[in-house]
């Protein structure tokens, strides 16, 4: 069995993100807080973990050009850029993640819906295979029209 390559999701057929949830105040954080509560206005410092939505809405996106940090060990050799989406949760979170094998910027758009993954990362030294959550579309995009709508006045003068 795959295993997470950070203890921040589940996997199974319905994964999900697992932030914290403050007992005193109830705001969420991802990744899970374990200090101190995120609101400046709380001076928690329990925490609850809590399972996040599984989807959300692109908040943001780009196209990464750039050879990601670890745990993101690129799977192709020469490295090949990869597309990245801010999704905003039902919990008010925005949590940034890559888009999932097979979809990039073309396959996203601001407001669209997306929801959580979890796909192969890479084989450790022990040959188990480790996991990441991605953003995959829940449906294709449709295309921009270039063309605004032409609004029509009338004028009462006949030709």
Partial sequence: MATPAVDWFTTGPEPALVGSTCTHCGTHA????TTFCKNPACSGEEFAATELSRRGRVWSYTDAQY???????????????FALAAVELD??????????????????????????VV?????????????????????????HSSVE???????????
């Fill in 30 to 33: 991802f990744p899970p807080e």
């Fill in 67 to 81: 050879q990601p940090p670890p745990p993101y060990i690129p799977r192709t050799d020469p490295y090949e850029p």
């Fill in 91 to 116: 919990e008010g979170l925005v949590v940034l993640g890559q888009v999932a094998d097979g979809y990039g910027v073309a396959d996203l758009k601001v407001g669209a819906e997306v929801e959580l």
């Fill in 119 to 143: 796909e192969p990362l890479y084989v450790d030294e022990d040959g188990e295979e480790r996991t990441v959550w991605r953003w995959k579309p829940v449906q294709s995009v449709e295309p």
């Fill in 149 to 159: 709508p032409v609004e029509t006045i009338e004028t009462g003068e006949s030709k």
